[in-house]
């Protein structure tokens, strides 16, 4: 079946440093990836999307790459700072087909 | 973008009775959807709610105890039926409407 996984331990960093979060999935060819921003009580936040044929796409700070040979994208975010603290989730997606979510990364961004 | 107004917030209900979550969009789109979020797991979608038709339901939902309405394009509802307390989970909606996804603030669903 399918399955994502990211990273499951909390990842704490510094602030000014870059965050990695790691997605990883088997059992699926996504047509895209999608990269969400989750505070507590609220619902996912869209961030960025990348298609099977893109390697990498930036967002300001935010950078995404996918490899579809790994089955791996990277969700990286450049001069974090602790308003970056949150949970991020990737999802999957075909055309006209459901999201299927990761479980989640919770970031903390110390000052 | 696409504003989603979702209520209630938050809700503690009896095992055995029902509740029905509201999902209001302040435009019109043709894709709104139901999720779950249980406690500490990922986001796992429950129906896709079609306009003029019944709503699509995913593997190990049911329209019995998930009853979903899509009167017109902007409005949705969601029944949690007979509720247990493993239906205590977070319930959100989301929609597409060509310019990205986007989920309301979801309803905190506690069952006793």
């Known amino acids: 079946s399918q399955k994502i996984e990211q990273n499951s331990e909390a990842l704490n960093i510094q602030e000014g440093k870059t965050a990695t979060l790691t997605c990883n999935y088997t059992?699926?060819?996504?047509?895209?990836l999608q990269w969400y921003r989750q505070d507590p009580g609220r619902g996912p936040v869209f961030l960025l999307l990348i298609r099977e044929n893109e390697k990498e796409k930036r967002k300001e700070r935010l950078k995404v790459t996918f490899d579809t040979t790994l089955k791996q994208s990277l969700f990286h975010i450049t001069a974090s700072q602790p308003a970056d603290s949150a949970t991020y989730l990737c999802a999957l997606g075909r055309q006209g087909g459901k999201l299927i979510f990761g479980q989640g990364t919770e970031l903390s961004v110390k000052p | 973008s696409a504003v989603i107004s979702q209520k209630p917030s938050r809700d503690i209900c009896q095992r055995g009775t029902s509740l029905t979550i509201q999902c209001q969009v302040d435009s019109q789109v043709t894709m709104m959807f139901w999720y779950r979020q249980q406690p500490g797991q990922s986001l796992t979608l429950i129906a896709t709610?079609?306009?003029?038709?019944?709503?699509?339901?995913e593997s190990g939902f049911v329209i019995d105890k998930f009853p979903i309405s899509r009167p017109n394009l902007t409005f949705s509802t969601l029944t949690v039926s007979n509720m247990s307390p493993e239906d205590s989970s977070i319930y959100l909606c989301?929609?597409?409407?060509?310019?990205?996804?986007?989920f309301g603030a979801g309803t905190r669903l506690s069952v006793l």
């Open positions: 709610a079609n306009q003029g038709s019944e709503a699509t339901y």
């Open positions: 059992n699926y060819s996504p047509a895209y």
């Open positions: 989301s929609v597409e409407d060509g310019t990205g996804p986007y």
